[in-house]
Each structure stands twice: as structure tokens, then as C-alpha cells.
């Protein structure tokens, strides 16, 4: 059921839809804007490794009008001998749900940091508007609600978001069932998506549960400029969450970050808030590629947070900071 109290976010949903495809002035910041925290000790940087890719595997098959879509993924992996099962990123990428692709994004650099601690990354394509995708009866409910969270959204594209969703889904699933061959820990999983990427890994994360759809455990998701829909899914004992988003982000508010961070917050979901003061859209417009915390690099520092989840005797950080652009 959709909780009454939430209705009023439908009123933005179709303009975070409809713009969230920036991944290749907003209004002020709502409750509270970020306060730097003390810096933290800078976790050493490791030395790089190789990164081996295995592009075009295919996980599943997505129904569409008039028959299906074959739906592949890409595995970067470390280029190292697999002495134990390694944990494993999900990334989904950005496009507004009409655009996009697995290999753009900027996902050779995360799928780097990644692989210099030791962490495999899954890069995914999924169904878009343009492939006019039908839902399956599993997500039918899904879609029914988050449609009615603002009846004037064209039907086309909340669709699109549902597919998107519902393939991330069947993509977490197919790594756990084929972790063996690709040396993946079906128990350590993390999500990571931009934009209408973020939007999907939030929903994967933190909303399931409400529909009862099952999922691999998810021990960490990352929200590069996006936020979620119905941000009272998150409750107590949900996956911590890492978040980067512009203060002058045109195209999906900044307010969507604080929506999220004061829900977990509220709940007591630990997080971390970057707040990139000036910052815009996507990877360029948000300083992805310049910009350094502690003198690390925005990829590495979301690397460290992710890292610090799959371990034992991780030591995570929590804070949230205001990012100079």
C-alpha cells in the first residue's frame, strides 16, 4: 500500500523522471543542509590493479511489447588469482530511463577503485522507454503504486522505471546464482547507480521488502545525484548509504539527498552526505573527475565506504560534509 503521508513527493516525481538523464538552479536545500564533520585519518589508497572485464553476458531475458529483450551485463573483476570469493558491486547507469549504456558513465574509473580493494563490479543494461517494456506480474504492484503517486506521470515512463528496477533485480539475483563462476560472495553485495541509475539501486535497496520481492542481501548502496520516490521504505536495519549530490543540480534537486539522508537519519540508517557546493549533474557537472576529500579522489572515497561494509573489521565513516566545487 502506498503510505498516504507520501503522496505529496508524486507532485515532483515527474520532473525528477522526466530529467534524471544527465549521467554523459535548484531550489534551496531542505531540511538542513550539510555541516562539515572532523576529517577523518585518509584510508591509505592501494597501489592499482589490473582490472579484467568479461563484457556480454547475458542474465536474462526482459519482456517488451510484441516479445522480449535480451538483457546482458559486463563483470570487471581484479586482475588477480581468485583465493576467496570476492564482494561485488551492482552498477546501474544513468539516461532518464530512455538512455544510456553499462560501458559510459565513467565506470571504467569505479570499476578501478573498486578493484584496488579487492571488489568486483557488475555493470548492467536494462530496459528502456524506448523498448516499450512490459512488467512482470512479480512487479505489477510496484508499478500500480508508484504510478498513483502522481497521476499526471506519463504511464510510458513509470513503466520504464519499474523495468529498470525489476532488471536490476534479476541481474543481483543471476550474480548470486552464478557467483561460483565468477568469483563473487553471494552475501557481500553493494548497489551503485547515477542519476535514473540511483533512483533504480535506492528502490532495489530500500523499497522490495514492501512488495515482499526477494533479493540478494545488500550490504551497501551508493547515490550519485539521485534520491527515491517514497523515501519512508528505508527503515531501521536497511543497507547504509553513500551519497553525492550538487547543490545547484538542475536536473534532479538537491533536495532529493536530504529527503534521504534525513530519513536514515530518522531511522537511524547510517550514512554519509557529500554535498558538492556549486555542483551540477553528472559526473562532470559534479566535480567527480577534479575534485579530492582528504586528498582522495570521489571515486576512491566512495570505494573506501564500500569497502569498509564487505570486511570484517571494516571501520566505515559517517558524516556529513560540504564539498567546495
Known amino acids: 500500500m502506498i503510505r498516504t503521508s507520501l503522496l505529496i513527493a508524486g507532485a515532483a516525481m515527474i520532473l525528477t ?15 538542513g543542509s550539510p555541516t562539515p564533520s572532523p576529517t577523518p585519518t585518509p584510508t591509505p589508497t592501494p597501489p592499482p590493479t589490473g582490472v579484467t572485464r568479461t563484457p556480454d553476458i547475458t542474465y536474462d531475458s526482459g519482456a517488451v511489447a510484441g516479445g522480449a529483450k535480451t538483457l546482458q551485463l559486463d563483470i570487471y ?27 559510459g558513465g565513467n565506470v571504467d574509473a569505479i570499476a ?39 497521476t499526471t506521470e506519463p504511464p510510458a515512463r513509470v513503466t520504464a522505471f519499474t523495468a529498470a528496477v525489476e532488471d536490476a533485480t ?16 553471494p552475501q557481500r553485495f553493494g548497489v551503485w547507480g547515477g542519476s535514473a541509475g ?55 534537486p ?4 536530504t529527503e534521504l539522508t534525513n530519513q536514515a537519519q530518522r531511522v537511524g540508517v547510517p550514512y554519509t552526505l557529500y554535498a558538492i557546493i556549486g ?18 579522489s570521489i571515486a576512491d572515497k566512495t570505494a573506501i565506504f ?12 559517517y558524516e556529513r560534509r560540504d564539498i567546495p566545487r
Open 254 to 257: 538537491y533536495a532529493r539527498a
Open 198 to 252: 540511483a533512483f533504480t539501486v535506492m528502490h532495489v535497496a530500500y523499497t522490495l521488502d514492501e512488495y515482499a520481492i526477494p533479493r540478494p542481501p545488500v550490504r551497501v548502496a551508493v547515490d550519485y545525484w539521485g534520491g527515491h520516490f517514497r523515501v519512508a521504505d528505508m527503515e531501521a536495519g536497511e543497507p547504509p548509504l553513500f551519497v553525492m549530490h550538487g547543490t545547484a543540480d538542475s536536473t534532479v
Open 112 to 150: 578501478q577503485a573498486l578493484a584496488n580493494r579487492g571488489i568486483n563490479l557488475v555493470s548492467i543494461s536494462y530496459r528502456l522507454q524506448g523498448d516499450n517494456p512490459v512488467i512482470g506480474s512479480e512487479f505489477a504492484q510496484f508499478r500500480a503504486d508508484f504510478q498513483a503517486l502522481n
Open 306 to 317: 564500500i569497502d569498509a561494509h564487505m570486511r570484517t573489521g571494516g571501520m566505515p565513516v
Open 77 to 103: 573483476r581484479p586482475d588477480t588469482p581468485c583465493d576467496a570469493p570476492r564482494p561485488t558491486v551492482l552498477y546501474v547507469h544513468g539516461g532518464g530511463f530512455v538512455g544510456g549504456s553499462r560501458r
Open 17 to 31: 523522471l522526466s530529467g534524471c538523464g544527465g549521467e554523459d538552479s535548484a531550489p534551496p536545500p531542505t531540511g
Open 279 to 296: 555542483g551540477e549533474h553528472d559526473f562532470n557537472g559534479s566535480g567527480f573527475f577534479v575534485l579530492t576529500v582528504d586528498g582522495q
Open 170 to 185: 534479476r541481474a543481483l539475483r543471476w550474480a548470486a546464482s552464478n557467483a561460483a563462476s565468477y568469483c563473487i560472495a
